[in-house]
């Protein structure tokens, strides 16, 4: 089914799509009215609509069925290491689909270039993107951190909290004794393209963060991510 999105704030009577949704669904996608559409709004609300008008600038809609989805049983965070990458779209549309319920970029001493300030807006549409394609009705939060110390502070409170580090002589792996733990915050720190620093390692371990590895593989810090991201959604899925 042809899918939108639609922001929380604007998720009320009259229902009105305008902007690059609009401009997708109308130019692109060409709907006409009576058809229907899925709308979700990122906060786990999802609706169908029948399509009552369309232009070239925005869609008239009625909405037909609305649901709530409970929220996710185990709320991962995904904390990635800032690394210059032009798999960074790919990385969160897969994070959208794999259920994760925050994804921060943090300033790393390795780190290639400088961690922005805010969130860019063509990660938000990439993660609607992702949202859209799986049917995903939960976005996840997006945050930068500027340094190690802001990862440490942003982290504090997060009951479960693993260090994800290549050192080959951490045996122990990241398995089903931690992905089907009981339901709650997980947060998960790997490093940038070039791995951690040791002082990085020793502050994380330091700070309570249990070192566990995904194999013997020094992965991209991508395919780290997206591994660990599938260990707690399908444990999440089974616990």
């Known amino acids: 089914m042809k899918t939108f999105f639609l ?19 109308g130019r692109v996608l060409r709907v006409a009215p009576g058809e229907t559409l899925r709308g979700l709004d990122g906060a786990g609300r999802t609706g169908l609509f029948r399509v009552l008008a369309a232009d070239r600038r925005a869609l008239t809609l009625e909405l037909l069925e609305e ?107 990241l398995g089903p004794a931690e992905v089907t733990a009981p339901a709650g915050d997980v947060l998960c720190v790997l490093g940038p393209e070039g791995g951690l620093a040791p002082h990085e390692v020793q502050a994380l371990l330091g700070a309570g963060f249990e070192a566990v590895s995904l194999g013997p593989a020094v992965l991209r810090f991508e395919t780290a991510a997206l591994a660990a991201l599938t260990l707690f959604w399908w444990g999440g899925a089974h616990a």
Not at 7 to 25: C, K, N, Q, T, Y
Not at 96 to 119: N, Y
């Open 7 to 25: 922001e929380p704030a604007r998720w009320r009577e009259p229902f009105v799509l305008d902007g690059p949704e609009a401009h997708h669904l």
């Open 67 to 173: 649901r709530t989805a409970p929220a996710p049983r185990v709320r991962t965070t995904l904390a990635v290491g800032w690394a210059k990458s032009a798999r960074r779209g790919w990385l969160l549309e897969k994070a959208v689909e794999l259920g994760a319920g925050e994804v921060w970029f943090w300033q790393a001493a390795r780190s290639q270039g400088r961690v922005p300030d805010q969130p860019k807006d063509t990660w938000t549409a990439a993660l609607e993107a992702g949202a859209k394609q799986c049917g995903n009705p939960w976005l996840p939060g997006l945050r930068t951190l500027p340094s190690l110390d802001a990862l440490l502070r942003a982290g504090a409170h997060v009951p479960r909290r693993y260090l994800l580090w290549e050192d080959q002589e951490r045996p122990r792996l």
